[in-house]
């Protein structure tokens, strides 16, 4: 048997699990294994094990368990919650002013966690239910949360782009800072389209009544410093990164411990919400460690087939492609198994596939990384199997049905598909700023 055909195997028979159900890291890890046992013997065995030592001896992956945890205390404390009640008070007055303050709220937590789930949980259920009792339309707000909770994977400390980072071999201060003016591009596109949508039909987004709104200078600027705490936490955190102060590790610990002290100046640490915050950064960082342990072993085995090279034979010279036309189909490739699949789980599944490849075609990997997050970015909202349209139903009053939820997306989609050319005809959006900063 050829390799080429083993590798065919090893991916059909890892898809094919996947469809039965199973856990992400359990049949990435079961394939990778078991394929190194039958092709090499005992000897194989050697694959794994040598992976679980490539984990537990790279150093920043210290940042994920740092980062989950000051997002999750943020948000658990409350302190998330303050910030949405400033944009609310702030942005009332604009039609649509509490759709493009939930924008900003994503952003924010966004960079306090680098989750998308975070997101959709606070946006659901702080912001949801209040603009819906201010009279904006559902269709239109459920759309808003889920855009915005998507930017966590892409506005820097993204979790993602440190996954990537690890099985791509490139910096994570770079891809973060790649990562960071396409986010903001974005999070600007969505707040465009919501002020010229609400200007149009002003009864989606309906301003807020005057005598809401007209309330003191003084409880305004008692709102605006509660909601500039999560703010000054995050920017002096990336500041002493950027600067020299302290290492990727070092700032990731210092916005936990932070973010902690700010729970404490709150009055709001309790047993419960230490408990919460350390259960759910426990159960996500080991998620993701199994995960990555499992793709190691699994990029390991494809590596010695040389199943790269033969993928790069096939588009080049059996097919004739040219290097924007492999792109073009590796992104289309995403967008289909985002139907199906995680983020994460199509990282792990062909980013060691394709990660090379790209390198080989002459594109920047750095580049790349904000090429795959936007589309997996796209790929969580489009239907049917998008991820994050079942994460929105479960989290959604019983009034937003899932057609709902549907037909919410699909503007959206279109600005992200907007912002994805963008970033692909100009890759200096994404490489001005990590080139600006490391020379």
Same mark, same amino acid.
């Given at each position: 048997? $050829?390799?080429?055909?083993?590798?065919?195997?090893?991916?059909?028979?890892?898809?094919?699990?996947?469809?039965?159900?199973?856990?992400?890291?359990?049949?990435?890890?079961?394939?990778?294994?078991?394929?190194?046992?039958?092709?090499?013997?005992?000897?194989?065995?050697?694959?794994?094990?040598?992976?679980?030592?490539?984990?537990?001896?790279?150093?920043?992956?210290?940042?994920?368990?740092?980062?989950?945890?000051?997002?999750?205390?943020?948000?658990?404390?409350?302190? /998330?919650?303050?910030? =949405?009640?400033?944009?609310?008070?702030?942005?009332?007055?604009?039609?649509?002013?509490?759709?493009?303050? &939930?924008?900003?709220?994503?952003?924010?937590?966004?960079?306090?966690?680098?989750?998308?789930?975070?997101?959709?949980?606070?946006?659901? $259920?702080?912001?949801?239910?209040?603009?819906?009792?201010?009279? =904006?339309?559902?269709?239109?707000? &459920?759309?808003?949360?889920?855009?915005?909770?998507?930017?966590?994977?892409? #506005?820097?400390?993204?979790?993602?782009?440190?996954?990537?980072?690890?099985?791509?071999? !490139?910096?994570?201060?770079?891809?973060?800072?790649?990562?960071?003016?396409?986010?903001?591009?974005? /999070?600007?596109?969505?707040?465009? =389209?919501?002020?010229?949508?609400?200007?149009? !039909?002003?009864?989606?987004?309906?301003?807020?009544?005057?005598?809401?709104?007209?309330?003191?200078?003084?409880?305004?600027?008692?709102?605006?410093?509660?909601?500039?705490?999560?703010?000054?936490?995050?920017? $002096?955190?990336?500041?002493?990164?950027?600067?020299?102060? @302290?290492?990727?590790?070092?700032? /990731?610990?210092?916005?936990?411990?932070?973010? &902690?002290?700010?729970?404490?100046?709150?009055?709001?640490?309790?047993?419960?919400?230490?408990?919460?915050?350390?259960?759910?950064?426990?159960?996500?960082?080991?998620?993701?460690?199994?995960?990555?342990?499992?793709?190691?072993?699994?990029?390991?085995?494809?590596?010695?087939?040389?199943?790269?090279?033969?993928?790069?034979?096939?588009?080049?010279?059996?097919?004739?492609?040219?290097?924007?036309?492999?792109?073009?189909?590796?992104?289309?490739?995403?967008?289909?198994?985002?139907?199906?699949?995680?983020?994460?789980?199509?990282? #792990?599944?062909?980013?060691?596939?394709?990660?090379?490849?790209?390198?080989?075609?002459?594109?920047?990997?750095?580049?790349?990384?904000?090429?795959? &997050?936007?589309?997996? !970015?796209?790929?969580?909202? @489009?239907?049917?199997?998008?991820?994050?349209?079942?994460?929105?139903?479960?989290?959604?009053?019983?009034?937003?049905?899932?057609?709902?939820?549907?037909?919410?997306?699909?503007?959206?989609?279109?600005?992200?598909?907007?912002?994805?050319?963008?970033?692909?005809?100009?890759?200096?959006?994404?490489?001005?700023?990590?080139?600006?900063? =490391?020379?």
């Amino acid at each position: 048997m $050829s390799y080429e055909m083993i590798a065919l195997m090893m991916f059909s028979t890892m898809m094919l699990l996947l469809l039965t159900g199973q856990r992400v890291f359990g049949v990435i890890g079961f394939v990778g294994a078991a394929s190194a046992l039958l092709l090499w013997g005992d000897g194989g065995i050697e694959m794994p094990f040598n992976a679980s030592f490539v984990l537990m001896n790279w150093y920043p992956l210290l940042t994920l368990p740092l980062f989950v945890f000051m997002g999750y205390m943020l948000s658990e404390s409350g302190i /998330a919650g303050d910030l =949405y009640e400033m944009f609310h008070v702030w942005m009332g007055s604009l039609k649509g002013g509490l759709a493009i303050g &939930t924008i900003g709220l994503m952003v924010v937590v966004s960079a306090m966690n680098g989750l998308s789930v975070a997101g959709m949980a606070i946006g659901a $259920s702080i912001a949801l239910p209040e603009l819906l009792r201010r009279g =904006y339309d559902k269709i239109m707000v &459920t759309g808003v949360i889920q855009a915005g909770s998507s930017l966590g994977i892409l #506005v820097p400390p993204s979790v993602v782009l440190v996954l990537y980072g690890m099985i791509a071999r !490139q910096p994570v201060g770079k891809l973060w800072l790649a990562g960071a003016i396409p986010g903001l591009i974005l /999070a600007a596109l969505f707040v465009l =389209y919501i002020v010229v949508r609400c200007r149009i !039909q002003p009864s989606l987004g309906p301003a807020l009544p005057a005598e809401e709104r007209d309330i003191g200078l003084g409880e305004k600027l008692k709102l605006l410093r509660a909601g500039i705490l999560p703010l000054l936490i995050f920017f $002096s955190m990336t500041g002493l990164f950027l600067v020299g102060v @302290t290492s990727l590790v070092e700032s /990731a610990a210092y916005g936990a411990f932070a973010a &902690t002290l700010a729970a404490i100046f709150k009055r709001r640490l309790t047993l419960e919400v230490i408990e919460v915050t350390v259960r759910r950064t426990l159960a996500i960082s080991c998620m993701f460690m199994w995960i990555i342990l499992a793709a190691l072993c699994f990029g390991a085995v494809f590596d010695g087939l040389g199943a790269v090279r033969a993928i790069e034979s096939v588009f080049l010279d059996r097919m004739g492609l040219g290097p924007w036309e492999i792109l073009l189909m590796m992104q289309l490739s995403y967008i289909l198994m985002g139907m199906f699949l995680d983020d994460t789980a199509m990282l #792990v599944i062909v980013a060691p596939l394709y990660v090379p490849l790209v390198v080989s075609l002459g594109f920047d990997p750095v580049w790349y990384g904000v090429l795959y &997050t936007i589309t997996v !970015q796209i790929a969580y909202m @489009t239907p049917p199997f998008g991820y994050n349209l079942f994460l929105m139903r479960a989290m959604a009053p019983p009034e937003v049905t899932l057609g709902d939820i549907y037909r919410s997306v699909w503007p959206f989609v279109a600005i992200m598909l907007l912002g994805l050319g963008l970033i692909t005809a100009f890759p200096q959006l994404a490489l001005w700023l990590p080139e600006l900063y =490391y020379g």
